[in-house]
């Protein structure tokens, strides 16, 4: 079974602090996104990677960074946290298999910046 | 702009009943869709997914419709069980980047 986990499951913060979440994949995946899950927006994509010192900007990458410096490990930066950053990280990881690519999920971290 | 849309935040069914989740979309670039299931404290776990090029796949209790033309997607689920209570995302693929709708809470009552 594939598993991504995500180092915290839940995280209280303060404005103005500098905020790194961690993700870990197992399965030698080439692929890693983060994405934020808030109630009537679903699922959007922050940012992504397709390998090592690789990045790609998603749909919502202000305030944020990311660092891939190894193939297992994708690292979320918030670089000055802020109250609308409050919210669920989902980490995931996929593989290009003939074109049927699905996503595994980290089980998330809740983020509260006060 | 909302590329996927889920128009029903929540559907309550009958136990043993059809579920019918759908999904709209606008990006004609979208190749590959695919549904996820969520429960509370969980991350989103893969269902079940469909080509551009199919009209319909089915897996188990689970089916998936592609009606191209008019851009819609569909989720059934035949029977319902308790346990499918969950929220279920519709999500569309380009270029390697999915892209997901809101989501839809569905309820099961037995």
């Known amino acids: 079974d594939v598993k991504v986990t995500q180092s915290s499951r839940y995280l209280v913060k303060r404005t103005g602090e500098k905020v790194f979440l961690e993700c870990v994949q197992d399965?030698?995946?080439?692929?890693m996104f983060w994405y934020r899950q808030d109630p009537g927006l679903g699922l959007r994509l922050i940012y992504f990677?397709?390998?090592?010192?690789?990045?790609e900007k998603g749909d919502i990458p202000e305030g944020y960074s990311v660092s891939r410096e190894k193939k297992e490990r994708f690292s979320l930066i918030l670089e000055s946290a802020s109250t609308n950053q409050t919210s669920m990280y989902l980490c995931?990881?996929?593989?290009?298999?003939?074109?049927?690519?699905?996503?595994?999920f980290g089980s998330g971290t809740q983020l509260s910046v006060l | 702009d909302q590329q996927v849309k889920q128009n029903s935040p929540s559907l309550s069914v009958q136990e043993g009943r059809i579920s019918i989740l759908n999904c709209d979309y606008t990006n004609s670039m979208f190749d590959y869709f695919l549904w996820y299931k969520k429960y509370p404290a969980e991350g989103p776990t893969f269902l079940i997914s469909?080509?551009?090029?199919?009209d319909k796949n089915e897996d188990g209790r689970f089916t998936v419709f592609l009606n191209k033309s008019a851009k819609h997607l569909s989720l059934h689920i035949v029977p319902s069980q308790p346990g499918d209570s969950a929220v279920y995302f519709c999500?569309?693929?380009?270029?390697?980047?999915?892209?997901f709708g809101d989501g839809t809470t569905l309820t099961v009552k037995p």
């Open positions: 990677s397709y390998d090592v010192k690789m990045k």
């Open positions: 399965m030698d995946h080439e692929n």
């Open positions: 995931a990881s996929s593989s290009f298999t003939g074109g049927r690519e699905k996503l595994f």
């Open positions: 469909i080509s551009s090029i199919k």
């Open positions: 999500a569309a693929r380009d270029a390697g980047k999915s892209t």
